[in-house]
Nanobody
C-alpha cells in the first residue's frame, strides 16, 4: 500500500504560481511512477503530468506544457508540481497518483494509488 497526501493548493490570480506537493508513505516510493491528474466541476478527471521512478522521463498534457513542471525527490518521498502562468481554466481539484509502471503514462487506469486531492482555484 502507498498513502499519498497532497498539499499546496489554494486561490491565486491568473498569471500567478503555485507549487503542489505530494508526500508518499508506505512501500518504496522510488518503485513507482508518479502523476498528477485534475478534475474540474462537472468534468472528467484529466491527465496533467507524469514522471518516471527515477525522474528521467516526464510527460505533460498539451494544455500545461511549458507552464507546469513535475519533479520528484525520492529521498523525501515527495513529488512536486510547479504551476506557473496559471489560467482560470486550470481551476480544479488536483490529485496525486502512483503506479508500478516503467514509463509514466496518461491513462488513469495505470495508476493504483490516489490521494484525496487539493483544490486549486485561479481567479481572472
Amino acid at each position: 500500500q502507498v498513502q499519498l497526501v497532497e498539499s499546496g493548493g489554494g486561490l491565486v490570480q491568473a498569471g500567478g504560481s503555485l507549487r503542489l506537493s505530494c508526500a508518499a508513505s508506505g512501500r518504496a516510493f522510488s518503485n513507482y511512477a508518479m502523476a498528477w491528474f485534475r478534475q474540474a466541476p462537472g468534468k472528467e478527471r484529466d491527465f496533467v503530468a507524469a514522471i518516471s521512478w527515477d525522474g528521467g522521463t516526464t510527460v505533460y498534457a498539451d494544455s500545461v506544457k511549458g507552464r507546469f513542471t513535475i519533479s520528484r525527490d525520492n529521498a523525501k518521498n515527495t513529488v512536486y508540481l510547479q504551476m506557473n502562468s496559471l489560467k482560470p481554466e486550470d481551476t480544479a481539484v488536483y490529485y496525486c497518483t502512483a503506479g508500478r509502471i516503467i514509463l509514466p503514462g496518461t491513462d488513469a487506469s495505470a495508476y493504483s494509488y490516489w490521494g484525496q486531492g487539493t483544490q486549486v482555484t485561479v481567479s481572472s
